[in-house]
């Protein structure tokens, strides 16, 4: 499947060799020369892409079945189900009880009250439940992140443009708050995201 | 800004970011929205906007320009309850009854979307909404008895 994405991208030209901006122009996309990255660097990218990941900025909406976001994190104590009784229901938008837009409602700016709802300029929802991140290994978020049947058949240059177009991914690194943001930047895990997919998507179980 | 508010065309010269809570209660006057948290923890300050229930606290007043915004005062009239609020009267819901208008807008939203909600349903959409003289059970019965209302009207 690995090979896959490969001839995909090059059958369609997408292997770059210099800096293109997506749709979103919010990040370079620039990967590496293809076969420029060994196996050694790709899983030093992956380690690097796996705390943010798991994360509590990016693990708390990426839950599991029960459709219930988490509160964890050192600005919440104890790790536990967002309150309110909240379930974002198998839309994962919370449409069949209360939408997360009621709180987290649409907003230009920063919304950086303390405790208060987290904002951004685009809808607030949890990630499709085939990317269940909380409390999951490095390898099996890893395993779930370069397969096509649980990442919407994306490659790496298609991860890439999802960081830079999704401005609910950007959040993470601005918090607000007081709310600890996730490591590193976003052009920094952009980079690591195609480090790791140029190296051929390493994972540890290999 | 413009806002159509309970039906009428409304205008306030605002900032974007000021809550649409304050909006309503110290720009058009509507003091039936009360402030609770400020944090969209208690549900106290909830409204529809387009006919959804909105934490109005948390909502800024540039998002929620050319909206068509309900408040409690618009929900039914003295006259003519909504079927929620002739639900609360009979079940006498309310003891202090401060949490009381945003209690009635979020379940008034339930019922437009799920028109015979569960027990379970009825607990999980009306967690966001805290009352602090735990009024719950009578507020989970008369939930169940403005959908009979409704359907029979």
Not at chain 1, 93 to 99: S, T
Not at chain 2, 26 to 53: F, R, S
Not at chain 2, 56 to 76: K, M, N, P, R, V
Request: net charge negative; with cysteine.
């Amino acid at each position: 499947m690995k090979l896959t994405f490969v001839s995909l991208s090059l059958a369609l030209g997408l292997v770059l060799t210099g800096p293109v901006l997506g749709a979103g122009d919010n990040v370079e996309i620039n990967p590496p020369a293809e076969g420029s990255v060994n196996r050694e660097d790709g899983l030093a990218a992956w380690d690097r892409i796996y705390e943010v990941a798991s994360h509590p900025r990016c693990a708390n909406c990426h839950t599991g079945a029960d459709n219930r976001p988490m509160w964890s994190g050192p600005s919440y104590g104890r790790a536990r189900k967002h309150g309110m009784n909240v379930n974002a229901g198998e839309s994962r938008i919370g449409a069949e009880f209360v939408l997360c837009s009621t709180c987290h409602a649409y907003r230009e700016n920063l919304h950086d009250v303390p405790h208060a709802a987290p904002q951004v300029a685009m809808n607030w929802q949890l990630a499709p439940v085939e990317a269940e991140w909380f409390g999951k290994s490095s390898e099996y978020i890893c395993n779930q992140l370069r397969d096509p049947e649980r990442n919407d058949g994306r490659d790496y240059l298609a991860l890439a443009e999802h960081l830079d177009h999704d401005l609910i991914l950007h959040w993470a690194w601005n918090p607000g708050g007081g709310r600890e943001p996730a490591p590193y930047d976003l052009q920094s895990h952009v980079n690591d995201i195609l480090v790791w997919g140029v190296a051929g998507y390493p994972c540890v179980n290999d | 800004m413009e806002f159509t508010v309970n039906g009428e065309k409304r205008e306030a010269d605002v900032e974007y970011d000021m809550p649409l809570l304050w909006v309503l209660r110290d720009e058009l006057g509507l003091k039936g929205t009360k402030y609770g948290c400020g944090v969209a923890q208690c549900g106290a300050c909830t409204v529809h906007v387009d006919g959804v229930a909105v934490r109005s606290c948390q909502l800024a007043a540039g998002e929620a320009e050319g909206s068509d915004i309900t408040t409690i005062e618009g929900l039914g009239t003295p006259e003519t309850l909504h079927a929620v609020q002739e639900a609360w009267v009979e079940h006498q819901v309310a003891q202090c009854g401060y949490c009381q208008s945003g209690q009635i807008m979020q379940a008034a939203a339930l019922l437009d979307q799920d028109p015979e909600p569960s027990d379970e349903v009825i607990d999980i959409v009306m967690s966001g909404n805290l009352c602090r003289c735990g009024t719950y059970p009578r507020i989970r019965a008369a939930v169940h008895t403005a959908a009979k209302k409704l359907q029979e009207a």
